[in-house]
Each structure stands twice: as structure tokens, then as C-alpha cells.
């Protein structure tokens, strides 16, 4: 099964479904505590003469078991248990008062053991650098008679749950060896009853359960360790969760980070893309995330590949919470939405190597293409894919968001402030490249505001942002335009090689061209004007008109398949930025990506292979030169 052979409706169905679900988490209930620090106050000890931290702010969130708990019930679940141990100190307090009042049933939650330490997690934060842990709980021993008690309160809940997650966190939890046996007897008596493991150091230990793990935990029970910044391709990651499902006989999630999720049950092996992030990202509790999601999803009756699909989109808004183990709600769900902006073939976008091409020729072939296509509407972007006579942008964007983001300090700031917002700027356009512009500059409000250089009566609107960033892009195009006019350059001096050529070989084929860009409409016709191929697309050019949630490529593509009832091998679009890339996949149409060195208007350019690869191209081609293949490939007969 694929990715999209689910209902239309599967998202809002899930999110319906589960409201009645039931499930109990059973594991190390932790609690994450971030102290963050203020550097600017520290002093010395006149006791110890050793400095002293401030803590300007204090949080507490569930973190382990009750993180997986906290994230149901946020996305909604009918009832949620806990069964687990905490101590009767004051963090055991805390985890039970979080629990109690997000309406959690805490009956199988024990604080009989004297001697047990509540597992914590403090982390010291100086700004948004986290700094070395301290960590309560470590050297906890599990009594038997506690052991006991805990399979009764497990069994107990089992018996009225649909789903049960077994969650094993650190070595000294609750969930020792012979803590796992006595689990195991319980699994047993309960057939109808799904259990999902979710274990750190010993998911080789249970018996008759499901798998969630990722792919280095997968490796080590595999007999196959490898080291945690050793890269597990996807090859390797499909064949272990295949044989992770033989050898246990039930269903096994394996999740790849960023490239999403693999799925291996009785009816095969289901590939579920990694989704595209924009922001700064906080793995801490995403797995917990994909846990609880799945768990719904199971506990409600859906399938695996739908629980998966689920999870993924909940663990890409949670990611995106930064210094906290956050949770997704239905709405933060409904608004990503069941299409994604899925990240395609990874491996192969870093790996040129891989690449497959047309015999003879520079077109990539990234995806096989239906065998009958029938071209009818193209849909073109323009910097980068027309015209290059913005080329450069990107150098004038980055030190105006640099600046901005530095405020008074640009000038002063350290080396490694300097770097990190750097850095940080050049992520960002990495991944804007092709939105609006005015949606990049809604953008670097957000930036301004994290590294708080900047005043907040100081910091502008995105529109402000805007001004600031067209006032110096205009500095450079209008003396090109000028030298355009003054006839010192020539219309071709500005366009992609050969483009010239297939807009007026779509055109006379009879193929309803289409000018879609983020740059403010009314810059982009009078540069088309300017160009010499305005008149190829009569009319049909699109471009930014004032408002963020408007955006015109996506526009387009909707206005192009409502009224002329298409289908997707109908419409072909030509970009050089992941945005029109995505929108065009999402509908089943035909994506060419222009991976084109600008500066010189021909020839590859390796960052944009990559990019329009994870975007979702079908084919990336450096330039037009090689018209006749590209077209004789998109179904055009060559004369």
C-alpha cells in the first residue's frame, strides 16, 4: 500500500475515531525540569568562591512515560492510564499533580517504595544552549513486592484498554529483566489487547508485543550495533524492520528521524516520507510523539499505515517546540493536514552518485513518469526557472536578515553570535527558497524575536522587513534593467539557456501557460514585459499580492484543476524551489525541477538537486538545452 490509498477523509476520520479510544502507558514516569539560566546576574559564592547560576525561569513537563501520556491525551484520547512507580519526594508530586490535571487515571500509579528516587531529568539552559545534566533516579533497584504489584495493576488495566504501551526508558526504570517477564505473562493473558513496546536498552525481552523503535535500536537487536552518528541507510532500515517482523510475528514501527517512518506487518513493507520543517526543530520527545499517536490511532481501530501516517504528522509539530517535550493538538494536526510537505528520496538527493538519467542526456530521472501523459497546462515559476535577472537574491537577503536579527549588535557581536545567526539565516532560505517573499519576512519577525538581540518595540512587521529587504534587491536589478533598455545587454542575457525555446514550443502546441512567482506581482509582469515572453502566457501571471495567507503557486494550481476538471499527468510545472514542487506533487501533476547554476544560466547546480529532489521532482534537468528529450519524455510526439 502507498502513501496515498487511504480515505480522503483518513486525517479527519483519525481525529474523530480517536476521541473514543482507551490506553494505558505503562513505564518510567519522568520529569523534565529546564532551569533556564540568566548569565548576566552570575556571582561568586562568598561561601565556596565558585560562581553562582541564577535561575531566571523554571519549567516542569512530563517527560518519558508521562510525556507518551501528556501527548494523549492533547490529541485527544477517551481515557488514559498510567501504571508506573514514582517517589514520595517533592518531583513525584509533580509528575502526579501534571497527570491529575490533564484528567489522567492515576489508580495504577504507585508511591510504596520508600527507597525510589522519581526519575528527573534537570537541564541548566544558558540562553538556548542546554548545559550539562543532572539526573535523579539513576542507581534505583525495583523490589520485588513492588514488581508484584505493578503486573497486577498492569493486568488490571489491560482488561480495559484497547491498546497498552510498554515504555522502558532508563536501565534503573521500573521495567528491569524480571520486571519483563512478569509483563510478559501478563501480554499473554491478554489476546485482544495490543501492547507496544517502546524500549531504550530491552525491546529483545518482550514477547508477543509490537515494535516501536528507531533504526540504531533496531541494529542492536539485531546483533548488528552500529555507532549513533553512523548514518543507517534505507535499505538496511527496510530489511531490519522486515526481519524485526518475522522474528516476532507482529507489526513493527521503525522511525528514520527526518526521513520519516517504515512500516513492516503481515501485509508487507509501507514507506512513509519524512514531512518538511521550516523552523529550528527539538527532537527531545518526539518518539514519545510517534508512540502515543500510533497507540491512538491502534486503539481506535485504524490500520498500521494510517497510525503511521498519523504520527508522523504529530511528531513534526512537536519537533518544532523548542527547550520543552511538547505535544500536538487536534487543531496543530488539522493544520499541517492529510497531504504533508513530504520529503522524498533523501538518500538519493545527498547522494549524486545515485542519480539515473535518460540515455545520453542530463535529464535525471527521479521518478519513473505515468506511461500516458497528456500535457495540457504548464505551470512555470520564475526566478531561477525563466529568469536569472534576480540572480543573486539570495546575497542581498541574507546579511539584511543577518542585520536585522543583530539589531545594534552587528557590529559588535562575538564570532560565535555572529556564526550561529549566520548559520541560522542561511537554513531559513535553504528552506523558504520559493514561498513569498512577504511569508520569508514573516519569517524573520520569528528569527528576531528567538535570538532577542533586538528590543521588541525595535522589531518591525514582516511587511517593514519586506521594505527594508526590496529596497536593496531593486538596488541591483533596476541597473540591469537599465542596461536591458540601453540595449548594452540582450534579453537572452537574463533566461535560463534555452527556456525561450520551450515556451514557444508548449505555446504552439496548443498548452495553456502559467506564471506563477512569489515576488510581487506587478515586479513580475513588467520584468516579463521587459524579457520578451509576457504574451506566451496571455495574461496568466501570478505573483504575491500583499497577503501571507494567499500564496499564488498554490493558487494556480487549484484554480488549473477546478475549472478544467484535471487530472494530474495533465499539468506539468517547471520550478527551481521546493514550493511549487511540493503543491504540484500533492495533486498528482508532473514536477520538472531546474537545477540551474544561475550565474551562469546553464549547467547543474547541486544545491537545487537536492532541494527539488526532497521536494518531489520527477525529473531535474540543469537547463532546457536538451529541448527535444525533454519533450519527446513528457509525451510530446518530436517532429
Known amino acids: ?73 492533547d490529541l485527544g484520547i477517551g481515557q488514559v492510564r498510567a501504571v508506573g512507580l514514582i517517589g514520595q519526594d517533592l518531583f513525584g508530586r509533580r509528575i502526579l499533580e501534571l497527570l491529575q490535571r490533564r484528567g489522567v487515571n492515576c489508580e495504577g500509579l504507585l508511591q510504596d517504595q520508600l527507597d525510589w528516587q522519581t526519575l528527573v531529568f534537570c537541564k541548566p539552559c544558558l540562553g538556548d544552549v542546554e548545559q550539562n545534566r543532572i539526573d535523579f533516579g539513576g542507581f534505583n533497584e525495583l523490589a520485588p513486592e513492588t514488581a508484584d504489584e505493578l503486573a497486577r495493576r498492569l493486568d488490571q488495566a489491560a482488561g480495559q484498554s484497547g491498546v497498552v504501551v510498554l515504555n522502558q526508558q532508563v536501565p534503573a526504570g521500573i521495567s528491569t529483566p524480571e520486571m519483563v517477564r512478569r509483563i510478559n505473562a501478563v501480554v499473554a493473558s491478554h489476546p485482544s489487547c495490543k501492547f507496544l513496546v ?97 497507540c491512538a490511532v491502534l486503539a481506535s481501530g485504524g490500520d498500521t499505515v494510517t497510525a503511521a501516517r498519523f504520527a508522523n504528522i504529530a511528531a513534526s509539530i512537536t519537533v518544532r517546540k523548542f527547550q520543552t517535550t511538547g505535544t500536538a493538538s487536534p487543531e496543530e494536526i488539522r493544520q499541517i493536514g492529510p497531504r504533508p510537505d513530504y520529503v522524498y528520496s533523501p538518500e538519493l538527493a545527498e547522494d549524486p552518485r545515485q542519480a539515473r538519467y535518460l540515455r545520453s542526456t542530463e535529464i535525471e530521472i527521479v521518478t519513473d513518469l505515468p506511461e500516458k501523459i497528456d500535457i495540457r497546462h504548464a505551470i512555470f515559476d520564475h526566478d531561477g526557472t525563466i529568469s536569472t535577472l534576480r540572480e543573486g537574491w539570495e546575497s542581498i537577503m541574507e546579511p539584511m536578515m543577518v542585520r536585522a536579527i543583530l539589531g545594534s549588535r552587528y557590529e559588535d557581536a562575538g564570532e560565535g553570535l555572529y556564526h550561529k545567526v549566520a548559520d541560522a539565516v542561511q537554513r531559513f532560505i535553504d528552506k523558504t527558497t520559493g514561498i513569498q517573499t512577504l511569508a520569508q519576512m514573516q519569517g524573520l519577525v520569528g528569527l528576531v524575536r528567538e535570538f532577542g538581540c533586538v528590543d521588541e518595540s525595535d522589531i518591525l512587521d514582516m511587511h517593514g522587513y519586506k521594505e527594508l529587504y526590496n ?48 515576488s510581487d506581482r506587478e515586479d513580475v509582469v513588467a520584468e516579463a514585459e521587459a524579457l520578451g515572453y509576457a504574451h506566451f502566457f496571455e495574461g496568466r501571471i501570478f505573483g504575491a499580492v500583499g497577503d501571507v495567507r494567499v500564496e499564488a503557486k498554490k493558487v494556480v494550481l487549484e484554480r488549473i484543476f477546478r475549472e478544467h476538471d484535471l487530472h494530474g499527468e495533465q499539468l506539468v510545472t517547471f520550478g527551481d524551489g521546493p514550493v511549487e514542487i511540493r503543491h504540484t506533487r500533492k495533486r498528482g501533476g508532473v514536477c520538472v525541477g531546474i537545477a540551474s547554476d544561475e550565474l551562469r544560466r546553464k549547467g547543474l547546480n547541486p544545491t537545487k538537486r537536492t532541494r527539488l529532489i526532497r521536494a518531489g521532482a520527477n525529473l531535474v534537468i540543469p537547463d532546457y538545452s536538451q529541448l527535444d528529450q525533454l519533450m519527446s519524455v513528457l509525451g510530446f510526439p518530436i517532429s
Open 1 to 73: 500500500m502507498s502513501v496515498g490509498e487511504n480515505s480522503p477523509n483518513w486525517l479527519e476520520e483519525s481525529l474523530t475515531a480517536i476521541t473514543e479510544a482507551r490506553v494505558t502507558v505503562f513505564g518510567d514516569f519522568c520529569l523534565d525540569c529546564y532551569w533556564l539560566i540568566d548569565p548576566d546576574l552570575a556571582e561568586l559564592s562568598l561561601e565556596t568562591q565558585l560562581p553562582v547560576h541564577r535561575v531566571r525561569q523554571q519549567r516542569y513537563s512530563l517527560g518519558g512515560a508521562g510525556n507518551v501520556v501528556a501527548n494523549l491525551v
Open 471 to 518: 529596497r536593496e534587491l531593486l538596488a541591483m536589478v533596476r541597473p540591469r534593467l537599465a542596461k536591458l533598455r540601453r540595449g548594452e545587454l540582450e534579453a537572452g542575457d537574463f533566461q535560463i539557456k534555452n527556456v525561450r525555446r520551450i515556451l514557444e514550443e508548449l505555446h504552439a502546441r496548443g498548452v495553456k501557460l502559467y506564471l506563477a512567482s512569489g
Open 198 to 294: 517502546d524500549s531504550r536498552h530491552r525491546s529483545e525481552l518482550y514477547e508477543g508485543c509490537w515494535l516501536k523503535l528507531n533504526t540504531h535500536e533496531a541494529a542492536r537487536m539485531l546483533g548488528h550495533p552500529r555507532a549513533i552518528d553512523k548514518r543507517i541507510p534505507a535499505d538496511e532500515a527496510r530489511d531490519f524492520a522486515e526481519q524485526l517482523c518475522k522474528r516476532t510475528g507482529k507489526p513493527v514501527f521503525l522511525t528514520r528521524g527526518e526521513n520519516g517512518l517504515i512500516v513492516a506487518d503481515e501485509t508487507g513493507l509501507h514507506e512513509i516520507p519524512g514531512i518538511g520543517v521550516i523552523e529550528r526543530t527539538d527532537t527531545v520527545g518526539a518518539g514519545d510523539t510517534v508512540v502515543s499517536a500510533i
